[in-house]
C-alpha cells in the first residue's frame, strides 16, 4: 500500500493563488494515474483533477478548467495542484488520491487516499 499525504492548503482570499502537494511514500506510484478530489462541508466528494501515468495526459472539472494544473514529479513521488484565480467556492477539503483503474473522474476507482489539506478562500 502506498501512503499519501497532502500539504499547501490555508486560507486565502479571493484571486489569490495556492499549490498543493501530495507526497507518497511505502508503495509504488510513478506507474499509477492520479487525482486530486475536494470536498465542500454538506457536499459529496467531487473530481478537481487527473494526470495520467503514461504521457501525462490531464483531466479537469469543469469548475476548475482554466485555473487550476495538475502536474507530477516521479522522482519524488509527489502530485501538485497548482490552484489560481481562487474563488469562495473552491473552498473544501482536498484530497489526491491514487488511481486503480476505470475512470479517472469517479471517487471508486482510486484505492489510496492522504488525509486531505483544508483550502478556504474568503471573498
Known amino acids: 500500500q502506498v501512503q499519501l499525504v497532502e500539504s499547501g492548503g490555508g486560507v486565502v482570499q479571493a484571486g489569490d493563488s495556492l499549490r498543493l502537494s501530495c507526497a507518497a511514500s511505502?508503495?509504488?506510484?510513478?506507474?499509477?494515474?492520479m487525482g486530486w478530489f475536494r470536498q465542500a462541508p454538506g457536499k459529496e466528494r467531487e473530481f478537481a483533477a487527473a494526470?495520467?501515468?503514461?504521457?501525462?495526459?490531464?483531466y479537469y472539472a469543469d469548475s476548475v478548467k482554466g485555473r487550476f494544473t495538475i502536474s507530477r514529479d516521479n522522482a519524488k513521488k509527489t502530485v501538485y495542484l497548482q490552484m489560481n484565480s481562487l474563488m469562495p467556492e473552491d473552498t473544501a477539503v482536498y484530497y489526491c488520491?491514487?488511481?486503480?483503474?476505470?475512470?479517472?473522474?469517479?471517487?471508486?476507482?482510486?484505492?489510496?487516499w492522504g488525509q486531505g489539506t483544508q483550502v478556504t478562500v474568503s471573498s
Open positions: 488520491a491514487r488511481f486503480r483503474g476505470g475512470q479517472l473522474r469517479k471517487t471508486d476507482d482510486y484505492d489510496s
Open positions: 494526470i495520467t501515468w503514461v504521457n501525462r495526459n490531464t
Open positions: 511505502g508503495g509504488t506510484f510513478s506507474t499509477y494515474s
